[in-house]
Each structure stands twice: as C-alpha cells, then as structure tokens.
C-alpha cells in the first residue's frame, strides 16, 4: 500500500510536470486546481446515496435471482456427477458379480473334469491289474502244464530207458552166459541194480 | 487538455432538487454504478442462460467466479462465511466491475473515489462488528486479547489491537482507493506525454499500452483483496481466535 501511496504522489508531481511541459492547460477547471476531486464533500450525499441505491440493488438481484440459478447448475451437475457415479458404481459391481460366477463356472467345470478323469484313471488302472492277474493265472497254468508234460516225457524216458537196459541185460546174459532168462527176471535185476546205485 | 485528475471529476448527469439540505444528483459516478450493476447481473444471467452441463465460454466465466468467491470464503471464513456468500460476492462483483468498467477510455471509476471505498469497508466493517457482537455477545471483546501474552503488557497490547482494528476500514478503503487513483493517474500522465512529445512519444506510448494491462490486474487483484480481507474479518466474528 505504501508504494501505491507513493506511487499516486509520484504520479501526481508527474502530472504536474507534464501539464507544465505541454505549457498547462490553463482551462483544468477548478477540480484540478482544487486539488483532488476526491477531496471535495459536496459530492458526498450523492456518491453514498447512488451507492447504497446500486449496492442494494445489484444485492437483491443477484441474491434473488441470479446466484441461485448458478447454484443450481451446480447443483444439478453434482447431482449428475453422483448419479454417474452411483451407476458405474453398480455397473462395476454388476460386473464383478458376472466375473465372480464365471469363475466359479470354470472352477466347477475343472473340478468335474478332474473327477472323471480321476475316475477314468482309475478305471484303466483297475483293467491293467485285472488283466495283469489274468495273464499271470494263465502263465502259471501253462507253467504247470508244461512241468507236468516234462515230468511224464521223463517218466517215459527213463521207463523206455529201463526197458532198453532190460532187453540188453537180458541180450548180454544171453549171449555171455548163454542163459535164456525172462524178461520179468531181467527187469527185476535191473531195478535191483538201480536201487542199489541209488 | 485535461489534467490527469480531471478524469476524477463528480459531473452531475441528471440533477436533482436537495433534498434534506443534500445534493442527491445522478452523476457519472451514479452512472457507472448503475452500468456495474446491469454489468454483473447480465453476465451472471447471461451465462446462465442455457444451463448447460458441460458450461460454455460465458458460463464457465460465470461458474469460475461463482467457485472463486465461494472458495474464497470457505478457505477463510470457513463453512458458517458461506451463509454470507450472496452480500460477498456481489462486493466482490460491484468493486471487480468498478475497478474493470473504470479501464474502458473515457469512462468513470467510481472506485477511485475514497468516500465510495470507504462506504464500503465502513459498511463491511460495522455489519462484521455487529455480527461478532451478535453471535458471541461481551465475549467477542477477548478478540483484543491476544493469546499467550503475558498479562504484564495487556494494558499495552489490548489498546494497540483495538486500535488495529479499527484501523480496518481506513486501509480497507485507502488501499483500494490509492490503487485507481495512482492508476488512473500514472495512464493519464503517460497518455499526456505520449500526445506532447511528437515523434518521441512512442516510447510513453509503449508505456503506456504496458501500464494498462498492469491495471487491469491491478483492477482485478484489488476487488480479490477487498474481498478476501472481508472475508477473514468476517471469520474474526465468526469465530473469534
């Protein structure tokens, strides 16, 4: 405020300067030569009086009339601004619900998935160890089978093998001793023999 | 040529009969006290015309000084100054278009004039007292007493803040005052040398045309302070301190 204060003196003198540069204007009426014209109070009454009349004028219309259609252009676009945003609110949660059942529908469909394949699983894995246990039963059956088969080729072989030791018993008494013997005498000795070397 | 204080001078437009022994004329003052008032209401009505939800140019404009002053009182007289919006922001429209309407060439300041601006910032200051007086009866005289100070140097201090605040309305109104006057005066000034030096005057021309768009910040920063300081005296006697 002071340099403002100063600056109005400054500006003043300078006027002054400046009227007596142009030679003055010798017609400034008596305002200019009465100094400031802020200073007169005669103009007082009047200059209060308009303004009290404009002040409370201008008040009244503006309070009245025109700020509350400001107000309610604000009002309204606050309103609007809240609804908007209630609804992206709701829309968002609408949203997220439809994000939530999809995912529960995807997590189901995984777990019934997994289920059958589980199950599946478990089927197959059944069917092998079934069949497993099948094959096994019937290896075993021919592994029987075939030891049986070999127990009796042996049976006969060594039976053939008797016989054939037998005849030649019987043959070789024969011819070294000259003795005919039976045939049930020669399988006796042989099995006498056997015994013995058993 | 007229002086640079000539713009200042109180000519009667339609003059009336005194009343009361007092001269109650319509001047040039009256005149673009008036054209204020239609100023304001216009470009608030006007900018309100279409109500638009997405505001327009002249909307915006009108929208802007809306939240201005409204921003204004809630940050410094907080949510019980907003009952006072309406008395606010028509002093801030009635001192901003003075201050403004005074820079068209040729036209009045009726700001420029210590009585108007002292009128004002008497009448800011007397409705802000009274309502302190109101609102918290004897208790709003503690406002003279500062917080912390010893009780020693009360006798020193309370004078000084009474006299501190009833200084309020004298620089209330002489910082406006001064503000259009040193303005006003310092273009005219300008203006005079730019014609008296010829060729020369190019230079105070510049100057000139430079100093203008200082006042019209000047103009505009003025009717702010005005009405900021309105608003933190009127949170004194709101709510004392």
Known sequence: MRTASALAAASVLLADAARAATGGDGAGGEATSGGLPQLDPSSYPSQIFWLIIAFALLYWLLAKRALPRVADILETRQDRIAADLDRAQSLRQEAEEAMARHEKLVADAQARARAELDAANERIRADAARQEAELERSLARQLAEADQRIAAAREDALKALEDVARDASREAVGRLVGVDITTEEAARVVADVRKQAA | ?241
């Not at chain 2, 004897?138 to 140097?153: R, S, W, Y």
């Not at chain 2, 100057?207 to 300081?229: C, N, S």
Request: net charge neutral.
């Open chain 2, 1 to 241: 040529m007229a002086g640079p204080l000539e713009q200042f001078v109180i000519k009667p437009i339609v003059p009336l009969p005194e009343v009361a022994g007092l001269d109650l004329s319509f001047t040039n003052s009256s005149l673009w006290m008036g054209l204020a008032v239609i100023a304001s209401y216009s470009l608030v009505m006007l900018g309100t015309r279409h109500a638009e939800l997405v505001p327009g140019r002249l909307q915006s404009i009108v929208e802007l000084a809306y939240e201005f002053v409204a921003s204004m009182i809630r940050e410094n007289a907080g949510k019980e100054g907003m009952a006072y919006f309406p008395v606010i922001f028509t002093l801030f429209m009635f001192v901003l278009l003075g201050n403004t309407l005074g820079m068209i060439p040729g036209s009045f300041t009726f700001t420029s004039h210590i009585v108007v601006t002292f009128a004002l910032a008497a009448a800011v200051f007397v409705g802000v007292t009274v309502l302190g007086f109101a609102k918290h009866g004897a208790k709003f005289a503690t406002l003279f007493v500062p917080h912390g100070a010893p009780t020693a140097i009360l006798p020193l201090l309370v004078p000084i803040e009474i006299i501190s605040y009833c200084v309020r309305p004298i620089s209330l109104s002489v910082r406006l005052f001064v503000n259009m006057v040193a303005g006003h005066t310092m273009l005219k000034v300008f203006a005079t040398f730019a014609l008296g030096l010829g060729v020369l005057g190019v230079a105070p021309l510049a100057v000139t045309v430079a100093i203008t768009g200082l006042e019209f910040v000047i103009a505009f920063l003025q009717a702010y302070i005005f009405t900021v300081l309105t608003c933190i005296y009127l949170n004194d006697a709101l709510h004392l301190h």
